[in-house]
């Protein structure tokens, strides 16, 4: 079985900084991809940042310049590091991984149950 964990969300003030964990645990032979969504104004989640198992990463527009995403593939772990942050920046944010099991082989989706980022004005 294969199950994320997120912490590190908070309150914090405008122009404040939050560091969010994700640890990915479980039956895993590899992980492809981890990264952060949020939930955003509808229904369907926005990507914010994602990073492979060599390092290349990618971020959405709204926080280029101001979120850091990194890993530690030892310990299947993704972080964000969000500096300047912003009102608007508030969401649940979600973990999202790209696992492929023991069990299938087969990349699959995962999901962490989401950590709620505050940011006041």
């Known amino acids: 079985q294969v199950q994320l964990v997120e912490s590190g969300g908070g309150l914090v003030q405008a122009g404040g900084s939050l560091r969010l964990s994700c640890a ?43 979120f850091t995403i990194s890993r530690d593939n030892a310990e ?10 912003k009102p608007e920046d ?16 087969v990349p699959s989706d995962y999901w962490g149950q989401g950590t709620q980022v505050t940011v006041s004005s």
């Open 24 to 66: 990915a645990s479980g039956e895993i032979w590899n992980v492809n991809q981890m990264g952060w969504y949020r939930q955003g104004l509808g229904n369907q989640r926005e990507s914010v940042a994602s990073i492979t198992s060599g390092g290349i990463t990618n971020y959405a527009d709204s926080v280029k310049g101001r």
């Open 76 to 85: 299947n772990t993704v972080y964000l590091q969000m500096d300047s942050l």
């Open 90 to 105: 508030t969401d649940v944010y979600f973990c999202h991984a790209i696992i492929s099991s023991t069990i299938t082989y």
